[in-house]
């Protein structure tokens, strides 16, 4: 069984360019999350849809968004990109969040803002 | 709000050391715990899970036991190969219905 697919895994932007991630769950999954981790910040939580459905959202500004797919496919945008930015953006899938359910893991998409 | 502290690192062992690493946790209810793993250049993979208190996760020799009388989750092996030189990251999923992490350990072992 495919695990937690990301795209791009290594990409590079010019301050104030908009970006866009892709991730594909694992083939049964409904709930997808985003997270972001950083040095300085550790791992912080973005979002979480749930049949195309945002359902909880982490501490971030409105230049952080996204969306789900009926296929349960996701992709996370973050517009007018500042240095701050620079992370290991990851993409986790489950059956559903919470409940004891065990969320896996992409491998990442890793984003230099310069 | 849900909250998880890890034993500070970085820690270095010799092979075949016994290994402990520290993980409390607040959270409202009762949390599922959770230890992920990453290696270098690499995303999270799960280790071992434990979804309620007094069970025991357990996973290519590793273990943590859910304590809920001292809110604590700690990780132990009891010989670490080279292989297992990782960050390790103890998490949680309580009433917010996303994983809180730690601040991770910085395992390195050395042959």
């Known amino acids: 069984k495919a695990g937690v697919t990301q795209t791009p895994r290594y990409l590079i932007k010019t301050r104030g360019q908009q970006v866009t991630l892709s991730c594909s769950p694992i083939?049964?999954?409904?709930?997808v999350s985003w997270y972001q981790q950083t040095p300085g910040q550790g791992l912080q939580f973005l979002f979480e849809?749930?049949?195309?459905?945002?359902?909880n959202k982490g501490n971030f500004p409105g230049r952080f968004s996204g969306r789900q797919f009926s296929n349960s496919r996701s992709e996370m945008n973050v517009s007018t990109l500042e240095l701050g930015d620079s992370a290991l953006y990851l993409c986790?899938?489950?059956?559903?969040?919470?409940?004891?359910?065990?969320?896996?893991f992409g491998e990442g998409s890793w984003l230099t803002v310069v | 709000g849900d909250s998880v502290t890890q034993m500070e690192g970085p820690v270095t062992l010799s092979e075949e050391a016994f290994l402990t690493i520290n993980c409390t946790y607040t959270?409202?209810?009762?949390?599922?715990l959770f230890w992920y793993v990453q290696y270098p250049g690499e995303g999270l993979q799960l280790l071992l899970k434990?979804?309620?208190?007094?069970d025991k996760g357990s996973n290519k020799g590793f273990e943590a036991t859910y304590r809920k009388e001292t809110t604590s989750f700690h990780l132990e092996k009891g010989s670490v190969q080279v292989s297992d030189s990782a960050v390790y990251f103890c998490?949680?999923?309580?009433?917010?219905?996303?994983?809180?992490f730690g601040s991770g350990t910085q395992l390195t072992v050395l042959p």
């Open positions: 986790a899938s489950s059956l559903d969040q919470g409940a004891g359910n065990t969320i896996y």
């Open positions: 083939s049964g999954h409904r709930s």
């Open positions: 849809y749930f049949s195309e459905t945002q359902r």
């Open positions: 959270a409202t209810g009762y949390p599922s």
């Open positions: 434990a979804t309620k208190a007094d």
């Open positions: 998490a949680l999923t309580g009433s917010a219905r996303q994983l809180t």
